[in-house]
């Protein structure tokens, strides 16, 4: 038991109860770790300590070099059981606290990463903040050792000098609100573009050099704007990203699925860890562009990534695991590595010569970190299989058939291996985007068991990541369902129940939805009109509003589309105040780098898009109701909400939607209702004509406008 300082040595490693795998795997350094919760703070303000904080995940590759290099190294366990308190935390869980110090880094620092490493006051003041470090100085620049000598020191000496310090940093990074705030301008969506056409890659697709990150939503930004202007160039700069991607090392050639991002220009070279929620957005971008494009080679990348993720990714009990890791065996990436004579030996000398061209294998693949020799090469692919085929003298089918038996081949033999470390823990958020993608997946793709594991996912995330008073929580795992949930879960999981009820109508789904956005709205908001990351309670020196979009939205973004999305459902105008309010509050923000607000943008243009609805009315599971579907969910029509009134059991639907009562099906039979701010055009019940109305250039008509119903 920790006493005053200097009387016994702290408790040791308190990380060996924790449900986390992140803390787990840190459960047997020498560092007496402890979790975030009061306990750390109150023994470091009794013993008069600063707090190292430590902030990664369980599949990040630099977060294990900092592990093996310092924390079961036992001088720098000596030093910081000495002279510090130190907590563990896993950012994918406790999103906020990670958001808050990753500010402070990128202003000390210029920069951010992970592993986080700060040093705190036991009030969570920041004083220090850095990545990775290591152990000893190295290139002229001081190392953990050399910072932890020196920082318990200036505690000992300056300790106000480091609590000013810190103090105006916060107050830095406090929000204060524009006393000028114009509004929110479509003009940065112009800006947003032009930005992405500077810095677009045309030799390799993506944007800017190195690292290359897939960020899904600057492709999904881009394929709205296509939408809007039909200019050939942006659907050019979407499908030369997917096509480079696809054949690219950032993605597994063999088991599918998308790694976390290239450390090259030419997408080579990743960091290998596959993460749940890029599965998700991968898989989306990929639905979007072949709806588009019509080119079947998106939607195979959809069921690729899809049939990993069902395979690799799902808990038998439901939900989704986080990630894999980047490492096996203490090496990044060696799963994913072949030799040429590895090839040869399983696919023997003529196919395995062929697959090693095609593949590259006969390359040498620069390792992501220098020091660490790689036993073999990244699989990618710079030629076409027409290219080939042609000089080969056989079909392209045909030569396609048989890499796809060489590629099981391998990866029966790849599964030989020591699999990287799964990440099991169930997070909400990233669920609820593969909800999404699912659905979608499921709507588009006309797979139905994509459907069924959308529903056992969302049943499973409402009912076990609950507390006993019935609030979201954020993680799961092992039966263990902990941490209140966030802002991003609640609109994450709200926006996937809206493209459940897309899929399959159920009105659930809708009902739910406008509970957890009700919530999001109540719990979140905060004083200047935007939405705080989690509910201000008092507990972090400051509570952060994230606008911007990184690796997924933000859950500003997402709650824009999710408000709009339930205004023109519902009808109800204060989802369409809450959605503008919100728009413009996050405006100022937005005008100093658009292009960083990709996904807001896109929320912003559904948001300025004429209120278009398609309601079918019809009996249930009737062969003429779902003709209907079909050709609603074949053409690709962003702004276009879909409603189905079910005749003779429309009870629940009518609560919810209560505009839609008076719209009947025609002379028996299932009828298509085409509205622009509810005025409807007179219903047709043909596949052909619903096609021709929805395939048309829409324009503004007058129609006749649903009646009001009154309220009973």
């Not at 881009?222 to 499908?239: C, F, G, N, T, W």
């Not at 590595?337 to 590259?360: A, H, N």
């Not at 408000?563 to 309010?581: C, G, I, Q, V």
Request: glycine residues 6%.
């Amino acid at each position: 038991m920790a006493t005053k300082k200097g009387s016994e040595p702290l408790a040791a490693n308190q990380l060996k109860q924790s449900h986390n795998p992140y803390l787990r795997q840190h459960a047997d350094n020498p560092v007496h770790w402890h979790p975030w919760s009061d306990t750390p703070f109150a023994l470091a303000n009794q013993q008069g300590r600063l707090i190292f904080l430590s902030i990664g995940y369980s599949t990040c590759h630099w977060c294990h070099v900092m592990e093996r290099e310092s924390f079961t190294d036992l001088k720098v366990a000596e030093i910081l059981n000495r002279d510090f308190i130190s907590i563990k935390v896993d950012r994918e869980e406790r999103p906020d606290i990670d958001q808050l110090y990753m500010q402070v880094c990128t202003v000390l620092t210029g920069s951010g990463g992970w592993p986080l490493t700060l040093l705190i006051t036991p009030d969570k003041i920041p004083v220090f903040a850095g990545t990775y470090i290591p152990k000893s100085a190295r290139h002229g620049r001081p190392g953990l050792i050399d910072i932890l000598t020196r920082a318990a020191q200036l505690w000992k000496d300056q300790p106000a000098r480091l609590i000013t310090d810190g103090t105006r940093l916060l107050q830095q990074l406090k929000r204060h609100p524009p006393e000028d705030n114009e509004g929110f301008s479509n003009d940065y969506a112009d800006v947003a573009e032009q930005s992405l056409r500077r810095t677009f890659d045309h030799t390799h697709g993506g944007f800017g050099q190195a690292p290359k990150f897939p960020r899904p939503h600057l492709l999904r930004f881009l394929l709205q704007r296509y939408h809007q202007s039909r200019d050939p160039a942006l659907l050019k700069m979407v499908e030369s990203t997917l096509q480079k991607v696809r054949w690219s090392g950032s993605y597994d050639q063999l088991g599918f699925g998308l790694h976390r991002y290239a450390t090259d220009r030419a997408w080579q070279v990743p960091h290998f860890e596959k993460m749940l929620y890029d599965q998700a957005g991968w898989a989306q971008i990929n639905l979007d562009a072949w709806q588009l494009s019509g080119d079947d080679q998106y939607a195979a990348t959809a069921r690729e990534i899809f049939h990993y993720v069902l395979e690799q990714l799902r808990h038998r009990e439901g939900g989704f695991y986080c990630a894999e890791d980047a490492d096996s065996e203490g090496v990044e990436g060696r799963f994913y590595l072949w030799t040429k004579e590895q090839i040869v030996s399983i696919l023997g000398p003529v196919r395995g010569e062929r697959f090693s061209r095609l593949y590259r294998i006969e390359d040498s693949a620069p390792a992501t970190h220098p020091e660490e020799a790689r036993p073999g090469t990244i699989l990618h692919r710079t030629e076409s299989l027409a290219e080939y085929a042609g000089l080969s003298g056989i079909s392209v089918q045909q030569l396609a058939a048989e890499l796809d038996a060489d590629r099981r081949a391998l990866l029966r033999e790849r599964n030989k291996r020591s699999r990287p470390f799964c990440d099991d823990k169930v997070l909400t958020s990233w669920n609820a985007q593969m909800i999404s993608a699912l659905a979608n997946g499921a709507r588009t793709l006309k797979h139905p068991p994509y459907l069924e594991t959308a529903v056992a996912t969302a049943d499973f995330i409402l009912t076990r990541l609950r507390d006993r008073q019935g609030n979201l929580l954020r993680r799961w795992r092992n039966g263990d369902a902990a941490t209140h949930a966030f802002s991003e879960d609640y609109a994450f999981l709200a926006l996937a129940l809206l493209d459940l009820y897309r899929a399959d109508f159920e009105p659930r789904w809708l009902q739910s939805s406008l509970e957890l956005a009700e919530n999001l709205y109540q719990r979140f908001s905060n004083p200047h009109g935007l939405l705080y990351d989690r509910q201000a309670d008092g507990t972090l020196p400051l509570d952060t509003c994230t606008l911007h979009d990184g690796a997924s939205p933000s859950a500003t973004s997402t709650a824009l589309m999710l408000f709009d999305r339930l205004y023109r459902l519902t009808d109800d105008a204060r989802w369409n105040n809450r959605t503008r309010a919100l728009l413009n509050a996050a405006a100022p923000e937005v005008k100093r780098a658009p292009e960083q607000y990709c996904q807001l943008l896109n929320a912003a243009a559904a948001i300025h898009a004429p209120l278009l609805s398609l309601i079918i009315v019809g009996p249930e599971n009737r062969d003429d109701t779902r003709r209907l579907f079909k050709i609603a969910g074949t053409i690709h029509r962003p702004e276009l909400t879909v409603l189905f009134r079910p005749e003779g059991n429309s009870a629940a639907i009518d609560r919810l939607l209560p505009f839609v009562q008076r719209l009947t099906a025609r002379d028996g039979k299932a009828s298509a209702y085409l509205c622009e701010n509810r005025a409807c055009r007179p219903p047709v019940t043909e596949p052909e004509e619903l096609e021709e109305m929805l395939r048309s250039p829409q324009k503004s008509f007058a129609g006749q406008p649903v009646p009001d119903v009154p309220s009973s």
